[in-house]
Every structure is written in structure tokens, then in C-alpha cells.
């Protein structure tokens, strides 16, 4: 049932199931005390009569002592639940909130509270909280909304947003994240500093994490200590939990106050669309579900309404913890990978490949922690790191009698995003003192369509210096070659994928050729990648393709083991000459 503009109450309307009429006296006398609230409040203290009320009369709210019920708890809040159509439930219960609370809001109640820890103040705020929810919802049914108090978003946009947000979102095939964010403590925080400085920390807090946000995230100040958050366009659950960091850093950073420094904690609830529903009623209505439940976990907190995102983003963020410290700790290292020269059997080169010896985990894998890395900029400082290493081993292969052997090294596009990154590398380079022609980056074509212009521009002033690309993973975009021509480009490598394919599709066959032939008319070299059989190899050879590299003449090892292998390696392509 929804309210029409003329039949709605100011008034809260509420309903108040509980044998004790005592009870009932004392509930309504705390909510009469305050201003906001003019309670129409019904006692209710036997089953029949609750349901005639349920079915006949209108509340907002209704507030359940759990000790009034004909069967079991939860089918009762079921029951509730249903026959007044949704209406919250603020369910009071004698046992402590950490054992029940959890139970019964799983069992649909939209809040609980202890029996014995009620005062005043957490009975108005909890009921305040779901009478303006109830509001809120109502006005998402094309209902007035209401403003509850200046520096607030009015309740109708709020809900228009979310609703224009969600369509955006199901138009889009993506996912959206609504966040919603209740500050801890706030009763001392108000009582400490009075109403209006803590009006002014929430709205500093709001400032604040509206500089972290990305600009088509929206922050809303949804309550005296709510805010939401929408964010829009999330690929994967790393986006959202690099919102959640984000949200976190801002609340580790002490606000200021009365010229009183401050560190304040929050619950974050999170639930998603399609995962926590498609509705904004019900998207609010679970991430408020999973704010609750993080208020359980001490200092600031998070909880998604769906369990699996739950876990994959504290293990993102643990990984991302962790990936911080891993450069200083020395726990990265890089795997070598031979390219062999089809001609001659020899090593021309190899391409550096990222390890990470995690403290716990053994060897991480690049698959696991990159996109980690790129999401949250770390690769921009651990790419870097690859390079300046990579020129370290450049130096040492000489010194060693393997002369002229190529490093490759690969480069995200998300290091673009760092503007002196032609600067920093050069610096790298220049320290090292390499010959910077045995330097060659890989990127991918994605790489360099994000920025097209700007991608250039560092291709070629790193090319003045030297330095040679090679075209990643070829075949699997979009671009066709004679579109990169104009770029530095010297060398192509063919994804895995089709050279996997070799034997059981023509299509595969034909693709590689025509990349091999392509690619020569356009003076560059190609290289194969993921050869792992006698007959890929064969094939390859047959079509002149230049370099392979795969498992079929070496898998990434340790620079010791390549070291080996290099030795090995030439004197046999030097008897066989
Ligand atoms: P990639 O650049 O395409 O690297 C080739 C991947 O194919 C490597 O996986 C390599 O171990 C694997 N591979 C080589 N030969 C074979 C084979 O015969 N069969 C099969 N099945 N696989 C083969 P790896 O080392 O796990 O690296 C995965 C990806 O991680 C790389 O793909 C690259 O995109 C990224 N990556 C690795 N190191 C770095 C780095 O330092 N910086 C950046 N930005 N990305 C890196
Ligand atoms: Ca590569
Ligand atoms: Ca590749």
C-alpha cells in the first residue's frame, strides 16, 4: 500500500505490538519527546486485533516486542512482514542485540534493539530512521518527498537518482554499487560537541570523500549521520572495493572540529545491482541490512549484502595491503622467459615476467595480483621497479657473454596514466647506463586507445631514446596493424590463444599467416607466443613466423636457471651450425 499526497500523515503513525500497556506508555513518552516526531501511536496487545490492524489501518512503522508472537520469531516477522506489505519492523529484543540482532534482521526485521539497553535517545533514532526510510520509499512511488533537515538531499531526488542510475546501469550490462554509510557513535559525538559542530563534521566528511569519489559517483546525505554513495559503471567487485578503501582512508585522516581534532569511524553497507535487486527500495533497503551488520565489527567497517562480493573484496583489499608492502619487503622478483630465434635456434631474447613471493600465499601469479596493481596505481610504482631491474640484468647478460640479448619488458596501460612516465623511465635508463636498443616494452592495443594522442606522444620520445615496442596479445582487439603503422612499432606478438588453436581450427591458420605476412610487409618481426608442441612449432616454421615462445623450449625461471639455460642453449644452436 503507498500514500497518496492528501491522505498522508505528518504524523508518524505507529503501530506497537506488546502485551504491556506499560511498555506501550514508556515507548511513546520517549518518542514524544522528540520534536521531530508527533507520534500516532496504536497499542496493540493481542493477535487478533493485530492482524485486523495490519490489514485495515495504515502505519509507518511498526515497532515489535519479541515476546509477542503465536508460533516461532521469524514466521511471525514473516507473517508481519508480508501482510503489511513491507512496512519496517523495529523488533525489541530481551536478549543482547549481538546474539539476536543478526537473526532477526535476517528474518526481515529492518532494525532491532535490546529491551534493556533502550534509552530515549537510540528508540527515537532508530525509529526516526526507518519512519524516514518509509518516506523515502513511498516517495520513489512518484510520492512527495520530504526534507528532513537543511543540508540534506531531498528524499525524491535521492530516489531519482538511484532510479536513473539503475536504468543506466541495466541499459548498460553493468553493474552499480550503492553504499550506504552510518557514522559510529554519533549520539557522543553529538552530545560532545552539540548539533551544530556535529553537523559540521558530517558535512566535512561528505567534502571529503566527495574528493576521493570518481566524478560519476554520487554522494548524498541521506540522514544526520547517513550518507550514500552511488557508484556507477563498476566492472568487477575491485572497483568497489576501491571505493571502499578510498572511503576508509578518508575516515583514517582525523577531521577537525571546533578546532578539535577528531577520528571518527563508520559502518558501510553495501549492496549491489543485479545481486542485492533492481529496485532502489531494495537496494537501500539491503545495503542498510549490511550496514547493520557491520556495526557488529569494531572501528570503521564494511559489509556487502552479497556474501560472495563480501569476500572477494576483503581478499582484493588484503591483496592490495599486502601488494604495498611487497616491493619493500623485496618479496617481487622476475621470471625470465627465453624467445627463441627461429633461424638460428638461439635466445635473442627474453621477456621479464612478475612473481610474487607472498610471505604466506608461496608464488602469486601475475594473472592474480596485476589487476590489483593497475586498479589501485601500484603498477605504476612496481613497474618501475620491473624496469630498472630488467636494465640491472641487461647489464649482467653482458658481463656474462650473452651480448645483444633483448629484454621485454611489459608496460599496462594504466601507467600512461602517469605523467612523467617518459621522464622517470628515461632517468631508470640513463642510471643503468644500457644500451637502450636491447630495451623493449610490450603493450597491448587497448594500451594505446585509451589515449590515443598521449600514447604516441610517449612512444616516440621513448623511441628517440632508444627503446623498441612490441604489440602484446595480437589479434585478440579490434585494431588492424596497418591502423598502428605510424607508431615505433617493431614487433608483434601473436596471442596464445590462436596458436593453441593450431591443428584444431583453419581459422587459427589463416589468422596467423595472415598476421605473419602482414606484419613483414610492414617491416616488423613477429614473435609466437604459448608454443608448447612440435607441430605448432613446425607450423610456425613453415610460415616464417620469426621467434616462438612457450613452454615447448622453456617456461619462465629464475634468472640463475636462465643463466643455465642461455649456456646450454647456444652451444648446442652453435654445434648444430
Ligand atoms: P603476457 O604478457 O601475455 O605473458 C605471457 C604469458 O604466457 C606468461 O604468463 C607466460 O608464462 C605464459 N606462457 C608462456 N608460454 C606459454 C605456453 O607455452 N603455454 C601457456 N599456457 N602459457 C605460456 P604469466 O607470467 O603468468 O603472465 C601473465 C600476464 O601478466 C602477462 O601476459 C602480462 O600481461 C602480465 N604481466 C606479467 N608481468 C608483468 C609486468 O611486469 N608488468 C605488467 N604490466 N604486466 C605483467
Ligand atoms: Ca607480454
Ligand atoms: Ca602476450
Redesign the pocket.
Known sequence: MTLSPDTRNDRLRLLVLTPEYVDFLWYRAMLSRDPEIDPDATWCPDLIDCDDLIRNASFDVIVWDCVFHGGSESGFLQYLTVSSEDKPVLALSASPCEEKGPELVAAGAADYLCRQAIDGWSFCRAVKCLWYREQLSASAHGQLGREVATGFINRDLFFDRLQQALLRAERAGHRLALLHLNLDDFRNINETFGYQKSDQLMFRLAERLRHKLRRVDSLMRIGGDELAIIVEKVEDSLDISQIIRKVVEALDEPLTVDGQSLVVSASLGVATYPEAGDSPEELLRRANRAMFEAKRDPGTSYRFYDRQLHISAGYQLRLEADLRNAIRRKELEL?Y?PRIDLATEEARGV????RWNHPERGIV???EF?PVAERSGL?VP??YW?IEQACKRLQESAELGFPGLVFA????FR?FHDRKMTETIFRIIFNANVDTSLLEL?LTESAMMHDPDYAQRCLRELNQLGISFAL??FGTGFSSLSNLQHLPISLVKID?SFV?ELGNSADAEHIIRAIISLAHSLQMSVVA????TKGQLDFLRQYHCDEI????FA??MPWNDLVQFLTRQNQSACLQK
Open positions: 621470471y622467459q621477456e621479464c615476467l612478475l601469479g601475475p594473472e596485476i603498477i612496481i613497474g620491473v619488458v611489459n608496460l599496462s601507467q610490450e602484446d596479445d596464445k593453441q607466443e604459448g608454443v608448447e615462445q612457450g613452454y615447448y617456461r619462465p
